[in-house]
Every structure is written in structure tokens, then in C-alpha cells.
């Protein structure tokens, strides 16, 4: 399917999950009603807690994660793709777990999963702390993906920071950059926009970026945003500061024509390193 209608789902998770799922299902059957069928969701669209030991004590492993189950019953009940951008898993073994995105099918089975490679630790200089290693156990693995929408790289947030991820997704053949977040107010407001065209331009891909906005628990601020952008660098949606969805129409044949116009991908050349 070289044409169709992909949405982002923008929402303002805070630490009740039912109450997340609930919003998050409503914008998705609102973007469905609109002609969408592929459905990108943000980094923590079932919960954002405050702290490790919330954020442990609200993970499940992943054959009884009620997010899970939910959302694998939501693709099927609107027969669409799911991007769920990430929900918490407990990891056998591990005191940490993994920030795990999941892509479902429109028949409601997992077609696959990516656990975050990159960790956020951080100090910002308004205050605000992030030692995401603590709490989350990075994954050790990219993940390309195939749907009937296309090939798909997929990734969360903090990893749009580098780079050689996205350019290994785009060698290995993805027309569309997932790259769900959860991303701060302040770096948001610098970054996050010049992150997203730079990752669409230099791997002439689509790029589809659902994202939590507003104050959550802990003082937490994200910068909203949700983003779909063409191998171009064009921004065909943009989702605002507040929670709703967007849409935009996917032409993967841009994806082609675009990479004939800059072939950076196989202008490339080997070099000794610094």
C-alpha cells in the first residue's frame, strides 16, 4: 500500500492507567473515523509515574500487561495498525524493566516489539533529574519491521539523538521512522522539531513521532508536538501543545523521489576515524 492515512495520538498520561487508555482509545477511534489506519501512540501512553518504585510497581510482564491486551483488542475492533509507543514490562531476572513499544496488526496479534536502546540520565539546568538507567533496562537491538504500510524502523525518544540508528534503519530498506516520546519541555522547545527534520532529510524517510504533552506526576513537563514529516523535511502535521491526535497522508512513493534527488545513502564513503 503506497498511500494512506497515519495518525499521531497526543496525550497527557498521568499515573491512573484506565484513565490513560481510556483518552488514548478515544483520540485513536476519532483519528480512525477520519480515514486513519495506521495509529502511532506516545512513549508511555499507559502510565507516567514518578519515580522507580512506581514505575516497577505499575509494569507487568508482558503476556498480563492489561495495556497490552487492551490495545491488541482496540487494532482489531478498528482493523488498523497500532504503533503503541511504549508501555512498561517486568524482565525476568532483572529489577529493572524494559520501555517496550509494541506494533500490532489490524488482526490484533503482536507483530513485534522494541525495547529502547538509549538512556535518558540527565541533569537539566531548571532543576529537573532523569536517570532513566536506573529504573529501565536498555535494549541491545534495532528492529525493522515490516507492515502492510510499509517498512518501518522503530525507536523511543532519546534514541533520535543518534543518528547511526536511523541511517541503519534507512540501508535496510525502512520508508518510515517511528519515534514515539515522552520528550521534556525544555528540550523539546530546542530540539525536538530540528531532531525530527534532520532524522526525515538525512535518510529520506517519513517520519512519525506521537508524543505525550502538559504536566504530569513528579513536576514532569513534556512539550507535545506529535510531528508526521515527509522524506522532504516538510512538517504535514504538527499536534499542538495539547492532547487530540493528527493526520497526514503517507505517499511512500515520496520515499523513492526523494532518495533519487539526494542519494546520500549511497554517496556514503569508508574513512579512516579520527
Request: hydrophobic residues 40%.
Amino acid at each position: 500500500m503506497t498511500r494512506f492515512i497515519a495518525a499521531c495520538v497526543q496525550v497527557n498520561s498521568r499515573d491512573v492507567m484506565s484513565d490513560n487508555l481510556t483518552h488514548a482509545a478515544a483520540y485513536a477511534r476519532d483519528a480512525h473515523a477520519t480515514g486513519a489506519r495506521l495509529i502511532a501512540f506516545p512513549e508511555n501512553v499507559s502510565m507516567m509515574s514518578f519515580g522507580g518504585e512506581n514505575v516497577r510497581a505499575a509494569a507487568f510482564p508482558e503476556d498480563e500487561h492489561p495495556g497490552l491486551v487492551f490495545f491488541c483488542d482496540l487494532a482489531e475492533e478498528l482493523k488498523s495498525t497500532l504503533i503503541v509507543g511504549s508501555l512498561h514490562v517486568n524482565v525476568l531476572g532483572e529489577d529493572r524493566v524494559a520501555n517496550r513499544c509494541f506494533v500490532i496488526g489490524p488482526d490484533g496479534k503482536v507483530i513485534t516489539s522494541y525495547d529502547k536502546i538509549h538512556m535518558f540520565d540527565v541533569d537539566l539546568a531548571n532543576g529537573e533529574s532523569y536517570r532513566e538507567s536506573k529504573t529501565f533496562r536498555p535494549g541491545d537491538a534495532a528492529n525493522l519491521v515490516e507492515t502492510e504500510f510499509g517498512r518501518v524502523g522503530i525507536s523511543i525518544c532519546y534514541d533520535v539523538r543518534f543518528p547511526h540508528l536511523f541511517r541503519d534503519y534507512a540501508k535496510a530498506g525502512a520508508q518510515i521512522l517511528s519515534i514515539p516520546a515522552a520528550f521534556t519541555r525544555t528540550t523539546g522547545q530546542a530540539h525536538w522539531h530540528t531532531l525530527l527534520k534532520a532524522r526525515a532529510i538525512e535518510n529520506g524517510c517519513f517520519v512519525i513521532a506521537a508524543a505525550q504533552c502538559g504536566d504530569h506526576p513528579g513536576n514532569r513537563q513534556t512539550f507535545g508536538h506529535s510531528l508526521i514529516i515527509d522524506p522532504w523535511g516538510q512538517v504535514l502535521a504538527d499536534g499542538g501543545t495539547d492532547p487530540g491526535f493528527v493526520t497526514a497522508e503517507i505517499d511512500l512513493e515520496r520515499v523513492d523521489e526523494i532518495r533519487r534527488m539526494v542519494p546520500s545513502l549511497i554517496n556514503g564513503q569508508t574513512y579512516k576515524p579520527c
